[in-house]
Nanobody, 124 residues
Framework: QVQLVESGGGLVQAGGSLRLSCAAS????????MAWFRQAPGTERMVVVA????????HYGDSVKGRFTISRDNAKNTVYLQMNSLKPEDTAIYYC?????????????????WGQGTQVTVSS
């Protein structure tokens, strides 16, 4: 089993930045593709960005390209999401997820491991 714990959410003004972290424990983190998803009230959970096991491949959602950056540190069992130029429409609960293969996926159903989520609120 893999346990994922997100941190770093909060309230920020439009144009500001936040950095989310997701710490993993349990099974070999370095073998997992990882992703950040988000879910706003009344909407489906959608992929923000996914990253391969070694960080060599990333897939960004169109709405965050050029503003968000995913990275991972396998030595620290942690994946990060740097969010810049935040917009009110980025407001959501952000979830970290683990996928037990090397390559990233944008399919929410393919992820076996999930964190509890962290709230990000962007005020206008």
């Amino acid at each position: 089993q893999v346990q994922l714990v997100e941190s770093g959410g909060g309230l920020v003004q439009a144009g500001g930045s936040l950095r989310l972290s997701c710490a993993a424990s349990g099974r070999a983190f370095s073998r997992l593709a990882m992703a950040w998803f988000r879910q706003a009230p009344g909407t489906e959970r959608m992929v923000v960005v996914a990253i391969s096991w070694n960080g060599g491949i990333t897939h960004y959602g169109d709405s965050v390209k050029g503003r968000f950056t995913i990275s991972r540190d396998n030595a620290k069992n942690t994946v990060y999401l740097q969010m810049n130029s935040l917009k009110p429409e980025d407001t959501a609960i952000y979830y970290c997820a683990g996928h037990p293969t090397a390559l990233p996926s944008q399919d929410v159903g393919s992820y076996d491991y999930w964190g509890q989520g962290t709230q990000v609120t962007v005020s206008s």
